[in-house]
């Protein structure tokens, strides 16, 4: 388990200090544990938890009227930030008094989990890396009680995991996680996933996109390397409404290589080969290549409003999560 979640801040950082952030959330199907400051029909009444910023506002956007101390005609404003509520007539205050509710909203936050051979890449391994992003990403999620579904791919067909069991089993329980209490087994099941064969990046996204009852927070782990392109699988997500977030996951010794020589290159997925010859005058050439390809896909998710990032699977984990992806507002 250290190996998919080893972060050195430990959970209960992700837990209080960090919340999935969007632009918008869905309306809830099941009872949650959050509220959200919009008015709605939920049977609670607006329960000042550490959510509301200022309890104090809160009571004077309702309309209490102060008495002294911490006394308020019809609520009793507690330090801990909560307001209770006592039971107060307009015909005793002589005035009218308008009932703020909150609605219930979740977030559906589905990560799509490149699991093709290109993956298992480099030390660490970009699947190594994929996983932990997305082990995090989820268990901040799930403790603010919002559905995760994990989309992997390539289809499993009869791989089998690591512990002998189809690896089908455990992509059908990343389906659909909600909940704190299924964090361990949410991680469980990502650390018996393997990665094998040709990446179907955009027919990936495109059944994603069209299984998805609701649209919510979309999270691509991917080194964006398939032949075949990645523009149609990322707007077929934005088209369907999703809030995007493309993370592109590189070997160490893709960005910077250290094998020189007359070499025989074999693409792990086609089985394609290509004899080279590459010394260090050519490295030069190659980097400017692959900074042009990042480029290029950092460009294009910028033009269609996706945030993009761009990493070593060396990154340290935490500069990712707590550092990155808060600057650019994925969560807060």
């Not at 799930?142 to 289809?155: A, K, W």
């Not at 960005?255 to 070499?263: E, N, Q, S």
Request: a positive charge; charged letters at 25%; one cysteine or more.
């Amino acid at each position: 388990m250290s190996r998919i979640f080893s972060g050195s801040d430990g959970s209960a950082c992700f837990e209080e200090g960090v919340d999935i952030t969007a632009l918008r959330r869905s309306r809830r199907r099941l009872p949650l544990r959050r509220r959200e400051a919009r008015e709605g029909r939920s049977r609670s009444f607006a329960s000042c938890g550490p959510r509301v910023h200022d309890a104090y506002d809160r009571i004077k956007l309702i309309g209490g009227t102060k008495l002294g101390g911490n006394s308020w005609s019809g609520f009793t404003y507690q330090p801990s930030g909560r307001i209770v509520v006592t039971p107060v007539s307009g015909h005793t205050l002589d005035r009218l008094f308008l009932k703020l509710y909150e609605e219930e909203r979740e977030l559906p936050v589905r990560i799509f989990l490149d699991a093709s051979e290109s993956m298992n890449f480099g030390t660490p391994t970009k699947f190594d890396f994929a996983r932990q992003v997305g082990a995090a990403i989820g268990y901040v999620a799930l403790c603010g009680f919002d559905r995760v579904s994990v989309n992997v791919f390539p289809e499993a067909g009869a791989a089998v995991a690591r512990n002998g069991v189809s690896e089908v089993v455990y992509r059908n329980a990343l389906r659909s996680v909600r909940g704190k209490k299924t964090a361990m087994t949410f991680f469980q099941n990502l650390s018996a996933l393997t990665a094998s064969g040709a990446a179907d990046f955009n027919g990936a996204l495109q059944r994603g996109a069209r299984e998805a009852r609701q649209a919510g927070m979309a999270v691509v782990l991917s080194d964006f390397l398939d032949p075949q392109g990645y523009e149609e699988g990322l707007k077929a997500l934005v088209a369907r409404g999703f809030q995007v977030h493309a993370v592109q996951i590189l070997a160490p010794e893709e960005l910077d290589p250290t094998a020189f020589g007359d070499l025989r290159l074999v693409d792990s997925e086609s089985g394609f080969e290509q004899e080279v010859t590459f010394g260090k005058y050519r490295l030069k050439a190659y980097q400017q290549t692959v900074a042009n390809y990042v480029q290029r896909l950092r460009e294009f998710c910028a033009s269609r409003g996706l945030h993009f990032f761009s990493v070593s699977s060396a990154t340290d984990l935490g500069d990712l999560l707590l550092k990155q992806l808060r600057t650019a507002e994925v969560w807060s």
